[in-house]
């Protein structure tokens, strides 16, 4: 199974951005989005689709429907700028995304 | 607090074996699955391998199948990988990722640790 994410996606400070993840028939998987910052360890924004664990801010949502999932953050920040990949369990049975780079302009 | 911490990364020949460990604390580590995931310099991530709480189910990315093994300790709160026929390509950031039993998302991960495989 695979996962297509943009390698790259920009955006204004204070405005929203949007990572797609897209893979065959997604809708029906359940999607998990990480955040990686340079030199740090992954760390878990999004589970389930649309669910935040504690202390992720309001500001990152998700969503799931048909090919594409997308991770939506509002009023982006200089501290989101970050490398975010999305991930799913198949019969791999972990399946990453390649990765998008989020530029905060 | 929940801490994963990895060791044994260096710098080794190919055709060469290491052996990684991940500490795990502030958790119940029998009750969760253990992964590792590596992440080549400047790429994206790549998971290796994943085994079961109780050990009974392992899977390996084919990249690794017949070269490396997951084992665990759950007395000592412990996961490894032995990893043998080591390559260039086998050069990245191993780290550790737990997965509670029933879930599909890795919750907890540690700092990592860097494998080097060079002459």
């Known amino acids: 199974y695979e996962l297509t994410q943009p390698l790259s996606v920009s955006v204004a400070l204070g405005q929203t951005a949007r990572i797609t993840c897209g893979g065959n028939?997604?809708?029906?998987?359940?999607v998990h989005w990480y955040q990686q910052k340079p030199g740090q360890a992954p760390v878990l924004v999004i589970y389930?689709?649309?669910n935040r664990p504690s202390g992720i801010p309001e500001r990152f949502s998700g969503s799931n429907s048909r090919n594409t999932a997308t991770l939506t953050i509002s009023r982006a920040q200089a501290g989101d700028e970050a490398d975010y990949y999305c991930?799913?369990?198949?019969?791999?049975?972990?399946?990453f995304g390649g990765g998008t780079k989020l530029t905060v302009l | 607090e929940v801490q994963l911490v990895e060791s044994g990364g260096s710098l080794v020949q190919p055709g060469g074996s290491l052996r990684l460990s991940c500490a795990a604390s502030?958790?119940?580590?029998?009750?969760?699955?253990m992964n590792w995931v590596r992440q080549a310099p400047g790429k994206g991530l790549e998971w290796v391998s994943y085994?079961?709480?109780?050990?009974?189910?392992?899977y390996y990315a084919d990249s690794v199948k017949g070269r490396f093994t997951i084992s665990r300790d759950n007395a000592k709160n412990s996961l490894y990988l032995q990893m043998n026929s080591l390559r260039a390509e086998d050069t990245a950031v191993y780290f550790c990722?737990?997965?509670?039993?029933?879930?599909?998302?890795?919750?907890?991960w540690g700092q990592g640790t860097l494998v080097t495989v060079s002459s």
């Open positions: 991930q799913v369990w198949d019969s791999s049975p972990v399946v």
């Open positions: 990722a737990s997965l509670i039993v029933g879930a599909t998302y890795l919750d907890y």
């Open positions: 502030g958790f119940t580590f029998s009750s969760y699955e």
């Open positions: 085994i079961s709480s109780s050990s009974s189910i392992i």
């Open positions: 028939n997604i809708g029906s998987k359940n």
């Open positions: 389930r689709d649309i």
